[in-house]
């Protein structure tokens, strides 16, 4: 059930669609004498006002609008035009309808105006061929857009917060966070909650392409984890003075506050690089402490606890570079790593570039809802067409209000939106009975009834919105020409073709959604970032002023944008299914291993002298078996056979010297495998071992 909030929002829509569709198709019909102009004057709120998911605080909506009102004058011309044959109209359904439902790669703002813009080209592409009309269509199509927006602006919703302000206030938790005395743990880890994109409105995520958006992106991910890690450091109390770390927690502090000031008034930003000066003091303290006399060095738990927070310190640079690039659209200091950072240096036409080339494969869930989308409408358009059936419009509207992304979840809408249609038909049915010919009496309606339907209808669900909106036809037709009890009868019909074709086309077309597509992205995304952990470990094991190789992590970066995609549409069409598996957890553990791969190599700890030879085979052992943990997880994941687990059982710490951090980033990751192990098997006995790493493997059986 909607929340008091969304009802209050879903009938403050409602009303200004009424009033916008009023308000330009009463004085043209009536005041004018052009039903064509009415037509469209009153189509065009619905379309985009009602059909058109358009995110946002009233002020955005209207210009989202206004924005695309010339695509949309575009369209409707388009459609006119291409009505003199039903092939060519299939053609240009074909390509409009892919084009627009593939600019969702651009937001959430172009992926709820696409369909109102579908929709203007759907209703000009129909009989008859009129290009005589034109004028009285695209005159009819700017006065509604431009009613509705008017609307938008004396009708707004409240206004939500911003990215920016959310993650300026997540920083100013981070900040009590590092300072002494700090905040509880659970309650850093709500902060960082609150800036997961699923919590978001739409209309406020930063899903764009763009520089400003991507730096927003990447900043809320690496604050969440600034705040996890914070989280985590709180659980560990100190066991020994550490004045070292606890002046670097101070630095982070003093960032997290400027960043935040930053974020919000545009002025004043942090002293650029003053953080890594003292991420880099603070390491060659620790070099010195770990290579002094063996009575001298501290424990390895102080160890281990200054791997934490020089990680956490990490995070909040790479915040800081993400909050000037946000509020600047460029980095206001050298944006090191710039694997990480590789867009920071790009032009807008580029990145959008970028975005949409990395999407025009089958493995991406927007290619794939693009093309059944296109496919489903262009099929709707040529068998309408074919049957030369009235009013076929409402094919094609059924096929794009009515398709899923899975063939389960559009078998259900077909039915309510069925069931619906046929009680809405026999009531319309019985009003153009009864009130025959009085044009007045359809008029004195409309208002009314339009208000009931677009109130009620998102309230009570599918078939409620079907049922009343077909009143709402059968009440503004009877005004524009004469018309009997079968025009309900025609729009039952054309409903059911669509709603046929939708679920064949779902049936056909990637029935599951994206269940299968979320197996494979995790997988592919698990296995190239894996590979990055035996690169990570031999920068590690080589001796300061050596050659190392550089870690290749943009693939890893471009795969975890397509899972993440893929997981983000499977959430939405399975949210009470497969509860089970942490499909979080990969997210997490492959981001793990993206800034593991660029932090350590930079700042790790390294053995004065190099590892050991025995410290030095446990880590390559160790790496090569959370490889082979990792591909035996995506194995799983996509239903491949699984290689046999070859673990052994821990046998005590790592040998030294070895590097501390590497040892703190591959058991934090053996723990997380563990984790995501856990979520994929069902208990069905003993537990098994847990993947820690080891200095061995047991022999394989036999």
Not at 500 to 528: Q, T
Request: aromatic content about 6%; hydrophobic content about 50%.
């Amino acid at each position: 059930m909607p929340t008091g909030q969304e009802r209050a929002t879903i009938v403050r829509r409602a009303v200004r669609v009424a009033v916008a569709a009023s308000a330009g198709f009463y004085p043209l019909l009536y005041g004018a004498g052009l039903p064509v102009m009415a037509l469209y004057a009153l189509f065009a709120p619905i379309a985009v006002g009602l059909l058109s998911p358009v995110p946002g605080s009233g002020r955005q909506r209207a210009s989202v609008m206004l924005r695309a009102l010339p695509p949309a004058l575009v369209l409707a011309t388009l459609g006119t035009l291409l009505a003199v044959e039903t092939w060519t109209a299939v053609g240009g359904m074909l390509a409009v309808g892919f084009v627009l439902a593939f600019a969702a790669v651009g937001g959430p703002r172009p992926a709820g105006v696409a369909p109102g813009l579908q929709l203007f080209y759907i209703l000009a592409c129909f009989p008859p061929y009129a290009p005589g009309t034109l004028g009285q269509r695209l005159a009819g199509l700017t006065i509604g857009v431009l009613a509705l927006a008017a609307c938008e602006l004396l009708l707004p919703d409240p206004p939500a917060a911003t990215y920016r302000e959310r993650l300026a206030r997540a920083l100013g938790e981070a900040a009590r966070g590092a300072a002494p005395g700090g905040v509880p743990p659970e309650k850093l880890r709500e902060a960082g909650a609150r800036l997961r994109l699923a919590s978001v409105p739409p209309a406020e995520r930063p899903a764009g392409a763009g520089r400003t958006d991507r730096a927003l992106e990447q900043g809320g991910r690496a604050v969440r984890r600034l705040l996890d890690q914070l989280a985590t450091l709180a659980e560990t109390p100190p066991t020994a003075p550490d004045p070292a770390s606890a002046a670097l927690l101070d630095r982070v502090s003093e960032l997290c506050t400027a960043c935040a000031r930053y974020l919000r008034t545009g002025t004043g930003p942090p002293v650029a690089g003053a953080l890594e000066e003292a991420m880099r003091g603070y390491q060659r303290e620790r070099v010195r402490l770990a290579s002094g006399p063996p009575g001298e060095r501290p424990p390895v738990a102080v160890l281990r606890r200054q791997s934490q927070v020089l990680a956490l310190a990490e995070s909040a640079r790479m915040a800081e570079i993400t909050a000037g690039i946000a509020v600047h659209g460029r980095p206001t200091e050298p944006a090191v790593p710039r694997r990480l950072f590789w867009y920071a240096e790009l032009s807008t036409p580029r990145l959008w570039a970028r975005r949409v080339a990395g999407n025009v494969t089958f493995r991406s869930v927007l290619f794939q809802n693009a093309l059944r989308t296109a496919l489903g409408l262009a099929a709707a358009r040529a068998v309408a067409g074919s049957l030369d059936l009235s009013h076929g419009f409402w094919v094609l509207l059924a096929v794009l209000t009515l398709g899923r992304t899975t063939a389960g979840a559009t078998w259900q809408a077909v039915r309510q939106a069925v069931a619906g249609n046929a009680a809405g038909a026999l009531v319309a049915g019985a009003l153009l009975i009864g009130l025959g010919p009085h044009t007045d009496a359809y008029a004195a309606l409309l208002a009314p009834v339009m208000l009931v339907a677009f109130a009620l209808g998102p309230l009570l669900g599918i078939a409620y919105a079907q049922g009343l909106f077909t009143l709402v036809v059968a009440t503004a037709f009877a005004q524009i020409e004469p018309v009997t009890w079968r025009l309900s009868e025609a729009r039952m019909i054309d409903v059911v073709t669509g709603s046929v074709i939708g679920l064949l086309c779902g049936l056909l077309a990637w029935p599951a959604g994206a269940r299968r597509e979320v197996h494979r992205a995790m997988a592919d995304l698990l296995r190239v970032c894996a590979e990055l952990v035996p690169v990570t470990a031999q920068a590690l094991l080589t001796p300061a002023g050596g050659s190392r190789a550089a870690p290749q992590t943009l693939p890893g970066v471009h795969r975890l944008r397509l899972a993440e995609a893929a997981y983000a549409q499977y959430r939405t069409e399975a949210p009470g299914e497969d509860t089970r598996t942490d499909w979080h957890a990969m997210l997490i553990a492959a981001n793990h291993m993206l800034l593991g791969a660029h932090w350590l190599p930079r700042f790790g700890l390294r053995p004065e002298s190099g590892a050991s030879a025995p410290a030095a085979a446990w880590a390559r052992t160790t790496a090569q078996q959370l490889v082979a943990e990792t591909d035996r997880i995506a194995s799983e994941l996509t239903g491949a056979p699984a290689p046999v687990r070859r673990w052994a059982a821990p046998d005590g710490p790592p040998p030294t010297p070895l590097s501390v951090d590497l040892e703190v980033w591959m058991t934090s990751l053996a723990h997380q495998l563990t984790r995501i192990e856990s979520s994929l098997t069902p208990p069905t006995g003993p537990d098994a071992p847990p993947i820690t790493p080891s200095r061995r493997r047991t022999a394989p059986p036999g």
